[in-house]
């Protein structure tokens, strides 16, 4: 069964306890935004699926497509926290 990509991202940041507030330092996103996402009240916008893919270092396509299954494969692939937790 395939899941919406909202649904991915909090699985992801449920399963590797990333708090809004550190995917929102990460990501460059407001810590609104990540919660609206989070809560299904905002859409992944163009600029929104640039944050996330960013932040994951995966394709923005992958997140205006909602292509599930690639979302899932790249969210769990190594390294397992997104790259912008590394950076100063």
């Given at each position: 069964?395939?899941?919406?990509?909202?649904?991915?991202f909090?699985?992801?940041?449920?399963?590797?306890?990333?708090?809004?507030?550190?995917?929102?330092?990460?990501?460059?996103?407001?810590?609104?935004?990540?919660?609206?996402?989070?809560?299904?009240?905002?859409?992944?916008?163009?600029?929104?699926a640039?944050?996330?893919?960013?932040?994951?270092?995966?394709?923005?396509?992958?997140?205006?497509?909602?292509?599930?299954?690639?979302?899932?494969?790249?969210?769990?692939?190594?390294?397992?926290?997104?790259?912008?937790?590394?950076?100063?």
């Open positions: 069964m395939h899941q919406h990509p909202i649904q991915l909090k699985k992801y940041l449920r399963k590797e306890n990333i708090s809004i507030q550190e995917f929102s330092q990460m990501s460059g996103m407001p810590e609104t935004e990540v919660r609206g996402l989070m809560d299904g009240e905002l859409p992944i916008t163009d600029l929104r640039h944050h996330l893919a960013a932040a994951f270092d995966t394709d923005v396509e992958i997140w205006l497509n909602g292509n599930s299954e690639k979302i899932e494969k790249e969210l769990y692939r190594t390294p397992k926290r997104p790259s912008l937790l590394e950076s100063d």
